[in-house]
């Protein structure tokens, strides 16, 4: 297991920015792929975006692509979400998770960070 902590989230207008951050602890991460989920109220859990802790690999929704930017600091332990051009239908509550290139499944999720996009 990892210990994952979010942090970045907070209220925005429509068309800012604002980067998520993600802390992770607790294991050797080079066989983790990183991702980041969220929730909008009333609706289910979606991805977003996720990343290999080792390698280029990326992955995007198509509602971010363009948009968002998952990246990674090695010494620091963190993966980002960078966030532009926001838009109110990206108001949600956003999770990291970590899964290990074996499972299919992501196994480790962070405790979520509230993201408000204003009109």
């Known amino acids: 297991q990892v210990l994952l902590v979010e942090s970045g989230g907070g209220l925005v207008q429509a068309g800012g920015s604002l980067r998520l951050s993600c802390a992770a602890s607790g294991r050797s991460f080079s066989r983790l792929i990183l991702g980041w989920f969220r929730q909008a109220p009333g609706k289910e859990r979606e991805f977003v975006a996720a990343r290999s802790w080792t390698g280029g690999t990326t992955s995007y929704a198509d509602s971010v692509k363009g948009r968002f930017t998952i990246s990674r600091d090695n010494a620091k332990n963190t993966v980002y979400l960078q966030m532009n051009s926001l838009k109110p239908e990206d108001t949600a509550i956003y999770y990291c998770?970590?899964?290990?290139?074996?499972?299919?499944?992501?196994?480790?999720w962070g405790q979520g960070t509230q993201v408000t996009v204003s009109s």
């Open positions: 998770a970590a899964r290990s290139l074996m499972n299919a499944d992501f196994n480790s």
